[in-house]
């Protein structure tokens, strides 16, 4: 049996998306069975509509599934895909973690493996507190956090983050970065075969 893992991303412009799609194609070339989910938005349509590029992306995802609580129970694993705000998670993924009481009381997300990655303008624009507060809300699930750490020479190719993978907006997406997101998805695949095996 392959691992389950639920890529759950959220993207305004879409360079989360963007990291969400090469950690699947990773997922899939270590043999685990993917589901690309988005966090639902919240912002008003009035608003997405006033912002072209932000439209733009809304439009060309309007395909990719909204992730719900179905598909944590499905998966073996989370990897999470979101940009910084202010040092923290979007309000879109944090108001779908809010939803998650019930199923956090039923240990849903208990024992399962769990890793995440973000973006911002500039390197030391929140990244990895942004990381760290994913790896705190994990732990409350019961979790098992699957860092990158520094097990790949490419880790500190990019930038050097151990936390998860973390990329610069607007930046292109070297062979490097995506050998990096592929490591972290690699890794978190493989040690979520030792929780299920």
């Known amino acids: 049996m392959g691992v389950k893992l639920a890529v759950i991303y959220y993207s305004t412009y879409g360079t989360n998306h963007r990291m969400a799609e090469i950690a699947v194609e990773a997922a899939q070339a270590a043999g685990a ?5 988005k966090a ?7 608003v997405i509509a006033g912002v072209d590029a932000w439209a733009a992306h809304t439009e060309a ?5 909204v992730v719900g609580i179905k598909d944590l129970a499905w998966a073996d694993a989370y990897l ?3 940009p910084t705000r202010f ?10 973690i809010d939803t998650l ?3 956090w009381l039923k240990g849903t997300m208990a024992g399962k493996g769990f890793s995440a990655m973000t973006s911002s303008r500039v390197p030391h624009g929140g990244q990895e507190q942004t990381l760290m507060s994913f790896y705190t809300t994990a732990m409350h699930w019961g979790c098992i956090i699957v860092a990158p750490g520094y097990t790949d020479p490419v880790i500190f190719k990019t930038g050097g983050n151990p936390y998860g993978y973390s990329h610069c907006q ?3 997406f070297s062979d490097d970065a995506c050998a990096a997101i592929a490591h972290q998805t690699r890794r ?3 040690v979520t075969k030792r929780l299920v095996g």
Do not use: N
Not at 33 to 37: F, I, M, S, T, Y
Not at 40 to 46: D, H, K, L, S, V
Not at 87 to 96: K, Y
């Open 80 to 82: 999470f895909s979101a």
């Open 188 to 190: 978190l695949v493989e």
């Open 170 to 172: 607007d930046q292109p």
């Open 40 to 46: 639902p938005e919240t912002a008003p349509a009035e």
């Open 61 to 65: 995802t309007a395909h990719v599934p």
């Open 33 to 37: 069975e993917v589901r690309l989910l």
């Open 87 to 96: 040092g923290g998670q979007p309000s879109q993924v944090r108001a779908f």
């Open 101 to 103: 009481g019930g199923a």
